[in-house]
């Protein structure tokens, strides 16, 4: 691997254990949709409010800046390998793992979280799983959008194939292009949120939320093309990170304010403040917490040592198995008289433990590693 990209897969593996910790968290009190929740979330208290602030800021920024990394990578691949050789190998590696997780993983997960006492896993299967009555995506609805946006690049390679290349250079973003960036974005995923509240969205894709994955893949394309992680410029890194600190708080005070407490709680979408605010105040954050990682790891995680070497090659696999390991921890834990915090702790501490060993077994099986 080259020493120089090395900090992109350790923060690859840093949002892969933090989307353990934010599944984990809405099973103990945190607002979203997962497969299997341990809480009682029809009286808010502190640790739901806790871990809601929590999520919010994750998904303000972790799942796009999986895209930023990923679309990182693409013009090379697909430079070196040709369009068919290109298609093929992302179809291999994305489509056979989105296969596997939504007839077996996925189904065989919810079946044991919430129906194994009232239908055998066939019946379920018939009714659910072959009818295609419910769809069984779940995490990997990301696996899905890359196998979308990769066809997309793939056309948009065809389109320009023959023209004349530009030596056209781009310049790393400044804090007032940022600015406008984040405005446009924010105001662009309040208008599709009209539509498509987040949480909902065709094939499981949330597309309330797409609006930053997609400019995050095209900022990685342009980033690898312009060499922009060759140098992030300190000056505006420091400025958008206390910009992201600033705002992380405004969200909760901003929902405080517009009655969530008494129950009015409307950011998901639609013509409300609540909406608008959510809306605008993610762009930003997204900003300042992705530069702000981006800079970090570039310093103090530029080289793999074994063991995160290790972690780098088994991060794909976790993203895959993480729910029903998620789930065997919180039905383990259920019943036991634990703060609803502290076994979010626990919980997400031995899943991301077991996840990785149980990865490292998986990849060991014959060809598995061609797909993993």
């Not at 679309?71 to 190998?89: H, M, N, Q, V």
């Not at 797409?210 to 400019?215: C, G, H, K």
């Not at 729910?323 to 702790?345: E, S």
Request: aromatic share 18%; net charge positive; glycine share 6%.
């Amino acid at each position: 691997m080259n020493q120089r990209l090395a900090y992109l897969d350790s923060l690859r593996v840093f949002l892969t254990i933090l989307l353990v910790f934010v599944h984990t968290s809405i099973a103990y009190g945190a607002a979203g949709s997962w497969i299997l929740e341990d809480v009682d979330k029809s009286q808010v208290n502190v640790t739901m409010v806790l871990l809601t602030i929590f999520t919010a800021v994750c998904q303000s920024f972790f799942m796009g800046f999986f895209f930023f990394i990923s679309a990182y990578f693409i013009p090379i691949s697909y430079e070196r390998k040709g369009a068919i050789r290109f298609l093929r190998d992302r179809l291999i590696r994305l489509g056979i793992p989105l296969l596997v997780y939504y007839f077996v993983i996925s189904p065989m997960t919810v079946w044991f979280a919430k129906f194994r006492d009232q239908q055998t896993m066939a019946q379920f299967y018939n009714d659910n799983v072959w009818s295609f009555r419910w769809t069984f995506f779940g995490p990997t609805w990301f696996l899905e959008a890359s196998i979308y946006f990769a066809l997309l690049y793939m056309l948009f390679r065809f389109v320009v194939k023959g023209r004349p290349e530009q030596k056209k250079s781009i310049l790393f973003p400044s804090v007032k292009t940022l600015f406008v960036v984040a405005i446009v974005v924010g105001f662009t995923a309040f208008l599709v949120r009209l539509v498509y509240p987040t949480g909902e969205g065709p094939l499981e894709l949330q597309l309330g939320y797409f609006p930053s994955y997609i400019l995050l893949f095209i900022a990685g394309i342009i980033a690898q093309r312009q060499g922009w992680l060759a140098y992030i410029p300190e000056k505006l890194t420091r400025m958008w990170k206390w910009i992201a600190i600033c705002m992380i708080p405004m969200l909760p005070v901003g929902l405080i304010l517009t009655g969530a407490l008494d129950g009015e709680v409307h950011f998901a979408g639609g013509v409300n403040i609540q909406a608008f605010l959510y809306a605008m105040w993610e762009p930003f954050v997204c900003i300042g917490i992705i530069l702000s990682l981006l800079s970090w790891f570039q310093k103090r995680f530029n080289t793999l040592s074994v063991f995160s070497k290790w972690l780098s090659e088994n991060a794909y696999t976790v993203y895959l198995i993480h729910p029903p390991i998620i789930v065997g921890w919180t039905l383990a834990f259920h019943g036991i008289d634990l703060p609803a915090i502290l076994k979010w702790i626990l919980v997400s501490a031995l899943s991301v433990v077991i996840c990785f060993v149980v990865a490292s077994m998986i990849r060991m099986i014959p060809y598995a590693k061609r797909v993993l």
